[in-house]
């Protein structure tokens, strides 16, 4: 059985989409475990230290 350039285009090509949807839809997935650490991580905080950071966040040198 002969496989055309066509076939050739089309397999590359949905190889390449493959790559790209998993990538994002890893980055995605990433970012949102990042994001649940890191408000675990300030819950975890003391309130003084909480408050300073609110601050730092409200007044930029």
């Known amino acids: 059985m002969e496989v055309g350039i066509i076939g050739i285009v089309v397999a590359v ?3 390449l989409g493959s790559f790209l949807l998993t990538r994002w839809l890893s ?3 990433r970012h949102k475990q990042m994001m649940k ?3 675990a991580a ?3 905080q003391s309130r003084q230290v909480r408050r ?3 601050r730092q966040r409200k007044d930029p040198p």
Do not use: D, I, P, V
Request: glycine letters at 6%; a positive charge.
């Open 27 to 29: 980055r995605r997935s």
């Open 13 to 15: 090509l949905s190889g």
């Open 52 to 54: 300073a950071r609110e």
């Open 37 to 39: 650490m890191r408000a």
């Open 42 to 44: 300030e819950a975890s």
